[in-house]
Structure formats: C-alpha cells, structure tokens
C-alpha cells in the first residue's frame, strides 16, 4: 500500500516536474523571441535612419546620380543590380592609398551592429529606389501612350497596342479618303468616346479575335493566324482605363487586376495556372517601372489637340449635333443634372480619369469637371470654356439645348492646340451690376467668378485640396539623373507636334516627303503630299512671281500627314554604337539585345538612342571621364562641355546631349530638328515635367516648332481633289 501511494506522489511530482520544466522553456523561448524581435526592430530602424542620414549628406555634397553608393543598378554593366550603402572592410585592397573607395571589397550587407549569434550577424541591409525615377501611375493625363511606349521597349511579354488601330482616322477623311495608312480603325468617329479603352462582355479590353476588331485587323493586312486572343491595345491601355474607370491605384500590386490576358479556356475570367503566369510576367517586367506614390506637381495643365469634335453651328438656321450626358454635377450648386446636352470634344492621345458625378460629389477621383479648356491656336483660337464634365479620352461642354450654351461656337480643328488649367481653389459666386442685377454671358447664362477677399486672395473652397487630391492632369515630374533607361526611352518615343509630322522622335515620319522643293507648276495636288513648294513659276507662263523663298499648299495649311508616324527603328547600335564602347561596358540591354524591333532587326529606335546619351552622360567614369558628342560614347579625353556627370541645369542637357544628339541625326534628310522640341519638357530643375512627353505639343510658337507660318485653314470639309489647286483655294 505503501508502495502504491509513494508511486503516485512521484508520479504526480514528475507531472509537476515537467508542467515546471515546459513553463521554463516557454518563457525562455519566449524571452529569446522577444530579444530578437526588438533586435530585428532596431537593426530596421537603423537602417532607415543611416539611409536618410546618407542621403542627406550627399544631396548636400552633389546631385544624384547613378555611381552614387546607394544606386541599385549599374547601367554601364548590363544593368547588375546591387544594394545600397554597401559595408567595406575598412581596407585599402586595391593599394591606391585610399580606404574604401570605389571598386574595393564590398559586404553583401549595409550595416553590422553586433554579432549575437556570430561574426556580423547583427546586421541590415538598404536598398533606396528614387520613386522620381519611375512612372507615377497616378499622376499622367497621356497615361496609356506612355505605358504603352514602355511595353515597346520592354517587349515580351508584355503586349503593346496594334499601331494600325491608333491611326487617327480624322487624317484619313481630311484627306478625302485618299491617305489609306490612316483608313485601317473605322470606329474611330466622333461618336465613339472612349474608343480605345473599351470592354467586352466579361469586362475585358477588346480582343483581336473578336468582333469588331478582328474584320478590321484582317482588313489591315492581319493573317488569321495572328489573331491569338490578345487585348487590341495592348497592356499600356488597359493599365491606363483601369485607373480612369476606378480612380487611383492604392498600391502597385492592384496593376495586376488590370493586366491583359489571353483567355485559355473561354471562361472569360483569370482562372487557368497560366493565366494567372502570364498576369505574374507582365507584372514583373513592369515594376521596377512604376510606382504609386511619388511627388506631383499640381501646377501643370493638359496640352493637345482634338481629334473630333461632335457638334457644329451650321446656318442660318442653326442645327446641331450634341450628345446626352446621363449626369452632369453642376459645379456652383452642386446639384446632380441629368440627361444634359453637350458638346463632346475627343483627345484619343488622352486617358484622363472619367469623371463620376453620381459617386463621386466633391471630385476626389481627380477628374475635369469644373476646369477650364483653351484653345489657344488655330481654328477657333480664343475661346475659353468650362468643362461641365470628361470620359477617358473626351471633355463635354454645356451643348445647344442644356438651357445653357456653352459650346465652342467655333469648333477647333485638329491641328488647334488646347490647354486645360485646374479650376481656382476658390469658391464661385455671382457678380451683380448697379441695380443688383447678377450677371449673364452673352447667351443669357448666369455669369460666376472666382470669390477674393479685400486682399485679392481666393477664398478657399473647402472642397477643392489639389494636394491631396490631385486632377489627372497634374503630374509627377521623372528625374532625368536617376530615371531608367526603359522608362527615359518610353518618355521620349513619340513626342511630336502633330501626327505623322517629322518634327518627332522616334517615329517614321519623312520630311523629305513634305518639302520636296517642287515648282508650283510641277505640284500635282491630287498625288503630292508636299507642304511646301517654291514660290515661282515657269517664266513661260502667266503669271510669273519669285516673291517667297516657298509657300505652303493647301496640304501645307492642314499638315496633312505623309507618313504613318508609327516607332521606327533605324538606329543601327551593333555597328554605329556599341564598337566605339570601352572594355568592359555592357549595354545591349538598350535594344533588348538585339530583339526590341517588332519586324526582326537588331536596330532600335532613336528614343532609345537618345536613352543611352543620357545614362552615359549622367555617370562619372575616371576611366572615360568624357563623353563623344558625335556618338555620344565615353571618351579618354574631351572638351569641358562634355564632362561625364549628373545634369545640373537645363542649359546642361541641351548643349551636352540633346543638341549634339540632334545636330548628328540631320545628316538624314527625311528628319527635322526636335533639339527644342524636347526642351519644351523639361523643366529648369531636370524633371521630365510641364508638357508632359508623348502628347501633341502645343505648337503655338509658330517657326520655333514649326519651321513654317502658324496658319491652319479649316472649313469641317475634307479636301476636294482640284487639280494643282487641290482644296478650297487657288495656288
């Protein structure tokens, strides 16, 4: 019995031994734990506080560029990645009398603290990205062009748009239905908004095997074969109508949700393992790219032309085609209108945020309601309007029948450059006259102005904060000395003047085709697309005048295009390039290595020549301290001008890479000088900023942009075939 019992004590004490022993363990676990987390949490915010230290200091030192300690890409070398503020060993391993200089030993970490749990292991790693050098999804007016230049030059996987369907069909019926290349998207109408960024059924971007597309492409030369599934307009625009339909991006991972995909199992919907790859691929090629979140200049405006505009004064009497708005949010009362007549005017260059007057009341999504549109060159330069509300590619005015006329009483052409400016951060009210009376436009359409107080300021409305919440045309600038090579190429590739015209970069524009030199007796207006003919006649006939070194044909007037203006690439880097490249440097990555040209070759496109002028200028090398200006590689020796290092100012850029890289490229003949051009992005600081790249630019500069007078004649009419005369005048 004894026994018994004394078994039972001991059993019940080896219980308590262990419940002890567990109890022990656990809060010794636990307190290792502990020590570890705070640890991780020091060590983490550590390295935060070194990297804002460091970054202050060097921005006191220099300005940023790519040799700095905490770059992570080494664009001179095949674009290797590396971290940030590397730790060196304090040695001089390379015996040049300086410790911890470039290109000695370098840790595979930051920072070491302690060593806990052996030598260094107590240690953080940075790695700094400059949001500046990125594509702010949320802050582009000219978001789909500009993402659809970066899926070009990224390439596969990524899709691009097909170029044939953004061929502006307004070019093809100025052109009496003669200049086919423009003829391929016949949607493309002034009755059709949005055109670029539809959805089928499944909510999807419009596939290329699918109607309507697919009798179009087929049309355009497209094999049947080809058409595969894919999104008609590509990766860029679908990125871009995603954030017009549903306002911002709140983080990078939600650019997958607007990803294009090709639908493998007819369901319609991403739900096969590879779609789900092919989503993950496309993401992961374009997010070193992008960001969500950096600084935005709320000063900017939106510049461009319009394709079509939906509503004309014919007469006397007066007809005219508007369009029903559903919803309209009236900007003095706040009240919700619906079913209001408006003018529609279409930007198809454009992806500004749709505006929601139903779900979004005080205009947080960013959209242009309530801002002003200038047409400040061209036919019906002068007019100011408000914008009464906007879609993805098209702004509406207050139309013939709303009650309250607001029209562009004389439409713009679509060479008329526009502006649109952010409305006032201000409240409206009604100016009244002598007898109290408010006051009306001269279409009877009460008159409202911008509140002041007694001493001129703006009386703040409390629902305008363009600082936390920006309009979709307030942009976020891209820093020249840190940017990417694909995100500079795809910011250049494009910028025109106008459509087709050779003042652009990157595109198969052919000035040669419009300034021929012709007599005007040789020009035949029914076959020639020149501009430009010489003033002076066949002495044997009548009349007889050498008055102006050329004048411009009735072509000339309109700037009718001659040439697709689609990217081209005919810059020849395996030949012209990357020989004159010193030992060691690895940039093939420029072209893809070979295969950023859709149609096979190695070329690439100038864009991406004038990218690769940049990275070489912008980086310190003691080895090759200066740069060729002839071909823009490293140079042993060289003139002070052109000194490898970050841009400081805009006299800088232009006189050490963008003017030689210009004055190279007109030893073609079928290119015109865009030096100027491209300056008129940039702003004095070095960011791609005001005017933003890739849209029409403004043009109102006459022969600074133009090379020839700022005259449009425009009468809603196509071209008529006449002969010499061919159009509405007499040469």
């Not at 419009?206 to 894919?230: H, M």
């Not at 600084?295 to 509503?311: A, M, P």
């Not at 590739?493 to 021929?516: E, K, Q, R």
């Amino acid at each position: 019995m004894v026994l018994i019992f004394t078994a039972g004590v001991l059993a019940i004490l080896a219980a308590m031994g262990t419940a002890f022993y567990a109890i022990s363990q656990s809060g010794t676990s636990a307190a290792v734990r502990f020590s570890d987390m705070m640890r991780a949490d020091l060590l983490a915010r550590a390295g935060i506080a070194e990297a804002i230290a460091r970054l202050r200091v060097q921005a006191y030192l220099k300005p940023e560029d790519p040799s700095d300690t905490w770059f992570t890409t080494d664009y001179l070398h095949g674009g290797k990645r590396r971290i940030s503020f590397p730790f060196c060993d304090g040695k001089d391993n390379n015996a040049d009398g300086i410790i911890d200089n470039e290109g000695e030993t370098e840790a595979v970490f930051t920072r070491s603290l302690g060593a806990s749990a052996g030598e260094d292991s107590d240690r953080f790693t940075v790695e700094v990205t400059d949001a500046a050098s990125k594509i702010n999804i949320n802050a582009c007016d000219n978001l789909a062009v500009v993402l659809d230049n970066l899926c070009r030059v990224i390439g596969p996987p990524l899709k691009a748009a097909d170029l044939d369907m953004l061929q502006p069909y307004r070019w093809y019926v100025e052109s009496n239905n003669s200049l086919s290349i423009y003829g391929y998207n016949s949607l493309d109408t002034d009755s059709n908004r949005d055109l670029y960024y539809q959805l089928d059924a499944n909510g999807r971007p419009v596939q290329d095997n699918k109607a309507p597309y697919q009798a179009l492409l087929l049309a355009a030369g497209r094999s049947a074969a080809e058409l595969s599934g894919q999104a008609v307009f590509g990766d860029g625009y679908a990125i871009a109508g995603f954030r017009s339909r549903n306002g911002r991006f709140t983080s990078l991972e939600q650019v997958k949700q607007a990803l294009t995909f090709v639908d493998r199992n007819g369901t319609g919907a991403l739900d096969d393992p590879l779609e789900f790859v092919e989503v993950e691929a496309k993401f992961a090629a374009l997010k070193p790219h992008l960001t969500t979140d950096s600084w935005v200049d709320t000063n900017t405006v939106s510049v461009g032309k319009f394709e079509w505009v939906s509503y004309y004064h014919v007469g006397p009497p007066i007809t005219a085609t508007t369009t029903v708005i559903p919803f309209v949010r009236n900007i003095v009362t706040d009240a919700l209108e619906s079913n209001v007549q408006c003018q529609i005017l279409i930007d198809r260059d454009k992806s500004w945020v749709a505006d929601d007057p139903v779900g979004d009341p005080k205009n947080e999504r960013g959209s242009l309601r309530g801002s002003y549109v200038a047409i400040v060159n061209g036919h019906g330069a002068g007019q100011l309007r408000r914008i009464a509300t906007n879609g993805i590619d098209w702004i509406a005015l207050y139309g013939y029948g709303s009650g309250k006329d607001e029209s562009m009483v004389v439409p713009p052409g679509p060479i008329s450059s526009y502006m649109i400016i952010a409305r006032e951060d201000a409240r409206l009210y009604r100016p009244t006259n002598a007898s109290g009376v408010g006051l009306q436009d001269s279409n009877g359409n009460p008159l409202y102005l911008p509140e002041t107080d007694a001493n001129g300021q703006f009386v703040d409305d409390p629902n305008i904060d363009y600082e936390r919440f920006p309009l979709c045309i307030h942009r976020a600038p891209v820093n020249i000395n840190t940017a990417t090579d694909k995100v500079l190429a795809a910011l250049f590739m494009g910028i025109n003047v106008t459509h087709g015209n050779f003042m652009a970069v990157g595109t198969d524009a052919d000035m040669s085709l419009l300034a021929g030199g012709k007599s005007r007796w040789a020009w035949n207006g029914n076959t020639d697309p020149d501009w430009k003919i010489n003033d002076y006649d066949d002495p044997t006939r009548n009349p007889y005048r050498k008055v102006e070194p050329y004048i411009l044909t009735p072509k000339g007037l309109k700037r009718i295009p001659a040439s697709k203006g689609q990217p081209n690439y005919d810059v020849d880097w395996y030949a012209a390039i990357k020989p004159g490249l010193p030992p060691g440097y690895d940039m093939d990555y420029i072209g893809n290595n070979g295969s950023v040209d859709p149609a096979g070759s190695d070329r690439i496109n100038e864009a991406q020549e004038l990218a690769f002028r940049i990275l070489i200028a912008r980086q310190p090398d003691s080895a090759f301290p200066y740069l060729n200006p002839a071909n823009g590689v490293p140079a042993a020796s060289g003139n002070e001008v052109y000194k490898r290092q970050p841009f400081r100012s805009w006299d800088d850029l232009y006189f050490r890479v963008i003017r030689p890289w210009d004055d190279a490229r007109l030893a073609n003949p079928k290119k015109g000088s865009v030096a100027r051009l491209i300056m008129a992005n940039f702003n004095s600081n070095l960011d791609i900023l005001k005017f933003n790249p890739n849209i029409e630019w403004i043009d109102r500069f006459g022969r600074n942009f133009t090379e020839m007078e700022p005259i449009m004649v425009y009468t809603n009419q196509p071209e008529t075939q006449l002969g010499a005369s061919w159009g509405h005048g007499q040469i």
